[in-house]
Structure formats: C-alpha cells, structure tokens
C-alpha cells in the first residue's frame, strides 16, 4: 500500500496546488472559464478516436467484455460517450450498462471534469452521455467513445464545432488513441484535420497511439504489410514529419471470423501478432500509470503560461508607470514656467500683480494648477494612447524571447495578453499583479523541482502489482488564497480549517508508508 498511498497523496497536493495558485489567476485573466483543477480531479481517461469504420465501438467492446457499444459498418453511433465504470454492482455479475446519464447531467456535474465543455451548446448536450458499466477492466480508468469521422459532412454540418470538442476532450484525456482500419489506412479528411491541427496542439505527442484496428479483414501478410505500408505513407504526410510514429497492430477476437482454433493459412499471421494486442491493452490499462506525470506536466506548462501572461503584464505597467512619470514631470515644469511667465508679463499688461507680491504669487500657483490639470486630461491622456496602441503593436517586446521555449509559451498566450489590455485600456494595478506573478513566479521555479523530486522518489518504491490499482481522485480540499503575500503562512494551516482538515485526511492516509512533502501548501 506504501506506493498507491503515495500517489493518492501527490496527487491531492498536486491538485490542491492548482487550486490555490493557478485557478484564480486563470480566471481572472480569462486563461480559463472554469476552475482548472476540475479537468484533473476525475479518474484517468483514455480518448479514442476513428474512422466511421475503424472500429473504436467493437474495440470498446473487446476491452470490456461485453456488447455495451453498437457496432456496424456503417455510422452507427454519433454520440461521445463516456464509459465508466460502477463500484455499486459487484464484477462478479455479467457485464452490462448499470446506469446512463445524458450531457446535460454531464455537464453540470461538479463531480466530473466536464464543465469546459457547455460552451459547445445545446446541440452537442445532446449527442453527450454516460454509460456505467460493472467491467473490471474500467476500476482504474475511464473511456471515451467517439463519433466516427467522416469525409461527407463539414464540422458545422453535425450542429457544434467537432474539432474544438476533440481538442478539449484530448486536453482531458491521459491517452489518445486514433484508430484506423485496413480500408481506409488514414485518408478520411476529419482525420487530417483532428491529427494535423487539432490534437497536435491539445494534447503531447507521447500521449497518442496510432492503432490499425480490425487487421483480421487482411486476407495474409502480404496484405497487411500493403495496408501497414499505405498507413505510414498517409501520416507521414498528415503528421508532416519525417519520422513515422509507432503502430499498434489489433483486432477484436469478439468480432473476427476465425476457426475456432484460431487463425489458419493465409491468416497464420495473427498468431504471432498476438504480442501487439496485449501490448495495446497494456498500455490503456497503464493509463493511470500516466496520471501522475500528467498532473505534473499539467501545472509546469499552466504554470509557465500564466508566469509568462503576469510578466507581460508587470511589464507594460512598469513601463506605462515610467512613461507617466516622465510626461507627468513635463507637464509639471510646463505648467510652472508658463504660470511664470505670466505673472512676470502680468504688470506689462495692465494687471496689479507682480511676482513679490502674496496675491501673485497666489495667483500663480492657481494657474499652475488650473495648467496641470489640463495636461493631464488632455495631452497626457493623448499621449498615453498613442503609448497604449504602440504597446498593442509591438506586444513581442513586453517579454524576453530569447529561447524556442519562450517563444512557445508566449504564443500560447500573446492573445490573452492583447486581450485583456485592450479591454482594460492598461488600467490595473500594478500591486496586485506583481502579488500574482510573485506567486506564480515561485511554483513555475521551484514548485515544479518539488514535484519532479516527489515523482522521483515515487519511482523508488517498488510497486506490490504489474498494474498499480488507482481509483477515482478524491476531491481536494486545498487552501484558500492568502491576500497576505506569496510568502506568507497560508491561513488554510491554521487549526480546524479546510486546508488543515485536508493535511489530517492526507496523514492518515499515508501513515503507513512514505507521503510526499510539496512545501506550497
């Protein structure tokens, strides 16, 4: 228990961490429409994806045990279906669907990471839903079915934007799967769109698998290998790299039509493929194995982003502050000279003033003032528009990229920060923005070298199985925002609050073997 003890605590920390630094910058930055800690307190979750054909239905299936998934050769199912599983109907019973939910439930839920998708509207609430099922194969995880893609219809044609659901449900997801089948190895038009510029920008590279799916339909190997060939030909110019990426290679043993002692002549070959299948299997099963690094992944690349969205934002202030002082300054001694020389001017035009006397000298500083405060109403409001439209120009000169790295990250971001500086017209507090960037600033450096430290030491403990049993992430109840600095003892520590009822659940849980230590809360 020494190591599932552990990963559930890390995984608490990590999201409570979230919760406390991230969430409310993100929020109030617009980085984020909803909390971000809801798209990771749920389970695991594997995506699949697929021609209309490439059996993702009929592989649901083989993986679970039972015909839960309507399966044929033409569409049969438009509908993303999340397949969970039901610790209330012991596994012992046949397997079958024990409860369905629709998208509305879904999307409402706080219990499910779901709520990033209501901007997709009603129309796609209604081809959402969920189906728990009492398969032992989804203790640890849970599944995401999908409708298959097409070369008929265009994304508009299906009542919501297909691929903005696919990237958000593979920003969710711990491991993508896309699925393609011997007669249509990768040339389905959705399926260049969802690999080129959908998923390659949602998700990391090493969480996609490339499956060829229903292989069984190859009459012999010759066969396969054309249709294994045609598929590496067809990504290589989808992906658009040199290198090919790795193909799993399965078929449903359900489904197939084999003699009943297994695959003979020509199809020998399955025989020896059977390495690959449970290979595949292995690696869904092993999806909660990827949480952790996920979750870690998560609040780095979260972390950078918003430490890049803050430092942009201090930026533009110090200098706007600068650019004020200066003009400021200008309209001060303008105002001055100007008051001056009237009043030295004064007796030449009749008027009883002169610069030794009380009244003048009075004088003279109302107009002064009465000066100021034109300058700063008219020309210095001028002038910090043309500063605040430069600024909007030349938006890659608010931060240094001198790296790739930074480069990215602030592409990531560049819209956010155009954004919210049009709408606020640069009208901020500069305090409370370098409060937040302080905060950020420290997790992005050295809260990530803790979590990296905590996930070395977890790799020290030797696991008690070959498949680490995870279940369901518990809610975590991290700390509240401290408005005392991100230095300060957060006030979640003191004792009988949420943050301390959380460290108590955390101890009790581990008090049986190692717990990690993440210092931010």
């Given at each position: 228990m020494y190591r599932e003890n552990y990963i559930t605590s890390l995984r608490m920390e990590l999201v409570a961490m979230v919760e406390k630094y991230l969430t409310p910058v993100a929020r109030e930055y617009g980085y984020s429409d909803v909390p971000l800690e809801s798209t990771i307190k749920w389970r695991p979750m594997v995506l699949i994806l697929g021609n209309y054909s490439s059996g993702k239905s009929t592989l649901i299936n083989e993986f679970l045990g039972a015909?839960?998934?309507?399966?044929?050769?033409?569409?049969?199912?438009?509908?993303?279906?999340?397949?969970?599983?039901?610790?209330t109907v012991p596994d012992t019973d046949p397997v079958h669907v024990t409860e369905e939910r629709d998208g509305k439930f879904l999307l409402h839920d706080?219990?499910?990471?779901?709520?990033?998708?209501?901007?997709?509207?009603?129309?796609?609430?209604?081809?959402?839903r969920m189906k728990k099922i009492n398969s032992p194969f989804l203790k640890n995880l849970a599944l995401i079915d999908t409708p298959g893609m097409l070369d008929s219809i265009t994304e508009r044609d299906r009542g919501y934007n297909y691929q903005d659901v696919i990237g958000d449900l593979a920003q969710l997801a711990d491991l993508v799967l896309v699925l393609f089948d011997p007669h249509k190895a990768g040339t389905v038009r959705e399926a260049h769109t969802s690999l080129r510029e959908t998923i390659s920008t949602r998700t990391f590279e090493d969480?996609?698998?490339?499956?060829?799916?229903?292989?069984?339909?190859?009459?012999?190997?010759?066969?396969?290998?054309?249709?294994?060939?045609?598929?590496?030909?067809?990504?290589?110019?989808?992906?658009?790299?040199?290198?090919?990426?790795?193909?799993?290679?399965?078929?449903?043993?359900?489904?197939?039509k084999l003699p009943e002692g297994g695959p003979v002549g020509d199809q020998i070959f399955l025989y020896y493929l059977e390495n690959q299948r449970k290979k595949l299997r292995t690696a869904v099963l092993e999806a909660p194995r990827y949480r952790l690094d996920n979750l870690a992944t998560f609040v780095e690349t979260h972390a950078e982003r918003l430490d890049h969205l803050?430092?942009?934002?201090?930026?533009?202030?110090?200098?706007?502050?600068?650019?004020?002082?200066?003009?400021?300054?200008?309209?001060?001694?303008?105002?001055?000279?100007?008051?001056?020389?009237?009043?030295?001017?004064?007796?030449?035009?009749?008027?009883?003033?002169?610069?030794?006397?009380?009244?003048?000298?009075?004088?003279?500083?109302?107009?002064?003032?009465?000066?100021?405060?034109?300058?700063?109403?008219?020309?210095?409001?001028?002038?910090?528009?043309?500063?605040h439209r430069g600024r909007l120009k030349k938006l890659d000169n608010l931060i240094s990229l001198e790296t790739q790295t930074r480069r990215d990250v602030w592409q990531a971001i560049r819209g956010l920060v155009y954004k919210y500086l049009q709408k606020t017209q640069g009208r901020f507090s500069l305090n409370h923005v370098?409060?937040?960037?302080?905060?950020?600033?420290?997790?992005?450096?050295?809260?990530?070298?803790?979590?990296?430290?905590?996930?070395?030491?977890?790799?020290?403990?030797?696991?008690?199985?070959?498949?680490?049993?995870?279940?369901?992430?518990?809610?975590?109840?991290g700390p509240q925002s401290d408005s005392n600095g991100p230095d300060a003892e957060p006030a979640a520590d003191a004792p009988g609050t949420r943050g301390d009822r959380a460290r108590e659940d955390r101890q009790n849980r581990t008090e049986s073997g190692p717990s990690p230590r993440l210092t931010f809360l």
């Open positions: 015909d839960i998934q309507a399966i044929g050769q033409a569409p049969t199912d438009d509908s993303f279906t999340i397949i969970t599983h039901d610790a706080p219990e499910y990471p779901f709520e990033i998708l209501k901007k997709h509207g009603q129309r796609f609430a209604s081809h959402f969480r996609v698998l490339f499956v060829l799916n229903r292989i069984d339909e190859c009459a012999s190997l010759s066969d396969l290998l054309q249709v294994y060939g045609t598929l590496c030909w067809n990504l290589s110019q989808i992906t658009g790299r040199k290198d090919i990426p790795a193909i799993h290679l399965t078929y449903s043993t359900r489904a197939a803050l430092e942009a934002l201090v930026c533009y202030r110090k200098q706007l502050r600068k650019h004020n002082l200066k003009y400021g300054l200008i309209g001060v001694l303008t105002a001055a000279a100007t008051a001056a020389a009237l009043i030295f001017a004064a007796p030449g035009m009749g008027i009883p003033f002169t610069p030794a006397d009380p009244m003048g000298l009075f004088a003279g500083a109302g107009i002064a003032v009465l000066l100021f405060l034109f300058w700063i109403s008219v020309p210095m409001r001028f002038m910090k528009s043309i500063f370098r409060h937040q960037y302080a905060a950020v600033h420290r997790l992005y450096s050295e809260g990530s070298l803790e979590i990296r430290k905590a996930l070395n030491e977890l790799s020290t403990i030797k696991p008690e199985n070959d498949i680490l049993p995870l279940h369901g992430l518990p809610d975590a109840a």
